[in-house]
């Protein structure tokens, strides 16, 4: 009782166990992913089927073991609704015809890498699939050496829309045969073949068409006839790594052709309107043409719709002589829209040459000159290029470039690539500070740095900006002095404190000092200058002290002079027609002046000593010019001196001017004080009595 109702249940529940297992678990050695309804087995090394859950519809199933497909092989698939299915690189040797007819709602099937499946069985099983919303399959490296033209026909009874044969060998493409079987074709990828002759034909909704690696010869045919032009719809062509020398007229009846690829092709030259019949053309890729490349006529690239345009790794040399035709104020003036350039891997012997060829350029926003062998950036660059925002210099010989000149004083650049040049320095003339607003990038790694105080504005620089510079600090490393080879720039720049004795800063050390030294040396020489009257005073009486002469006269001395006259020269006018006039001409007493009386060929200060010493008395004449006089104040300082050893009358002060007491010095205030003193009369009538008192004073003591 209890055993059979054991089994009862058993048999009630087993079913929905597999049920269960159906449903949720995924194979082992697969993976599953509800989310995206797919399964993936690739490379479990299966010799069969398993059970997945119902909701996988995708099924990834390359580099398994299947080799025989029967009806026994997808047993476990039923019930599933597979929309995609890779097969692929499972040995498969052979299939049952009619296996595929299981899949009514498969869209996608991938049978590539099975090469022993030859394209007569593939196509007998593929027009068996039982769904005619089937639309793409993939067959690469199946190394046939035929052309599967079965398949083409087995395919037409669905609305193919991508076919994809990469990686076979064969020869021939009837394009014909293919449009007529595949007339919703819209992509088309057969590369990597030997293709060498190829008949054209007419499709209708062909978007893409891929033929890159082959040894494809296109000519002009091949993209239509008189009446038809074969690829009306046509964006995409790719014709990279084949044999296409000539492109000469080539290309027209390509309305809607928008992206066109001719890299690796033998091309030798490209002349006047090659893409002018392509409408559509933005995109234009042009590279790696080989050594023999060697003619850019004016308007090859004449185009009003071209935006894109790489000519890389060309070895072209932008420099006009016998091996190589271009014009450079021509190339790029009939492509006015061009945004994006990449002229890496050519040859500019003169930056001036790349300066006009991108002078029309007007709307580029990206450059790309890398391994051009410059060795420093064309000026003008980013002034009159307002959009350029996004250059590379990358592993060129630039070691520097006139900042201003090349980035103007307001640039829009954002990113900038130098990495491997000979950039040493890196300072402020290369990168003026005003002119980069939206710099976000700059590359500079990979050069060989001067790890020096002549980087230490580069080393601030990156530690204030540190984000925007790519590659920091791992490509940045010293290269001398030859002590720092190696070492990282990071730790092997001299601070600021370090720098602040050397050049820059002895060289002004050295002006300031020199400034310093100039300007005490002028103090001096004024102050010398100022004080040369009482210098020569102090000289005078270190001179009297040596010579042993003394100032103090012995009363028994004859006087040669009855006095001696202190004036200044202005006063001199006065001092002939008055003074000498009154006192020596008309009452006989014997005056000196030193313009009359002096020795010539004597020196100044013995001289006054000698005549002072011969005379009784000093007159002492003063007016404005005389109290202002520094020879004057000389003259009567000594008379000073002498003064002190003599009769307090001895000295007599004429005053021709009233100068009013202020302006006279303290000390010859003093002395002018010890004086007897006379004002020269300013009425005529009073003279008289002035002349008569002073001949009395100078006689008076005699
Ligand atoms: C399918 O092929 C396998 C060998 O891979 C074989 O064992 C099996 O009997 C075949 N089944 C049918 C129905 O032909
Ligand atoms: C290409 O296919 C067409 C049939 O569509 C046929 O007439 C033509 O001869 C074929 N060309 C070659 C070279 O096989
Ligand atoms: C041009 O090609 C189309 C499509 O293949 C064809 O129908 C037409 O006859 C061809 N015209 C000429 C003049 O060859
Ligand atoms: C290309 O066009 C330019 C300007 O129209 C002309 O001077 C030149 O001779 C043309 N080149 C060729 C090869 O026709
Ligand atoms: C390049 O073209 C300009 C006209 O734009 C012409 O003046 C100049 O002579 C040409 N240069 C060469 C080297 O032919
Ligand atoms: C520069 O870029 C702006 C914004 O992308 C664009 O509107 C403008 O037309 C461009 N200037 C030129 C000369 O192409
Ligand atoms: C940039 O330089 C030009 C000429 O060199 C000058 O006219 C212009 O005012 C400058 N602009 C700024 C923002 O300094
Ligand atoms: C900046 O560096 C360059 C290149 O090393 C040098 O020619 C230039 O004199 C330097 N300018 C200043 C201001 O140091």
Redesign the pocket.
Known sequence: MLKSSFLIILLLVLPVFVFVARTSSCPKSCTCSKKGGSASCRGALLRFVPVFPSYITKLYFSGNLL??I????FRNLEGLKLVYISLGQNGITDI?ADVFSNFRFLLRMDLSRNPKLTPAIAADAIAHINCLDFKQIILNRMIWSNEPTDLYIALSRFNIEKLEILENNFENLNMTLLSENLVQLKELRIGYGIISIIQPGFFQKLEILDLHYNRIQITKDFFGNETTCYFPKLVKLNLMANSIANINNLFWCLENLNFLRLNGNPILGVLNYTFLKLPSLEFLYMSNLGFRFNRIDNRAFQSITLKRLLFANNHFIFKYNIMFHFNETEIFRHSPKIDYLDLSGNEFPSIHVLEKMLSSLRSLSHLNMDNCQLITLPENLFLKLPNLSHVSFKDNRISSWNGHGVFGNQSSVRTIILTGNALSTINETLFPRNAFKHLSILSLGNNPFACTCSNVWFHNWIQTEKIIFENYPELFHCKTPPEKDGGMLKDAIPTHFECSNTDKELFTAVVTSLSLSGIVFVIIFSLIFKLRWYIRYWLFLYRVKKKGFSLISNGETDYKFEAYVIYCDNDLQWIRKKLLEKIENESGISLCIRDRDFEVGKVYVENIIEKMTASRRIILVISHDMVKSDWCLFESRIAQEKCLNMESDALISLMVEDVSEENISSSLRAFVNSASLSKFPTKEYDEGQFWLNLTKLLRNQT
């Open positions: 080799e025989i029967n009806a026994s092989t049952t």
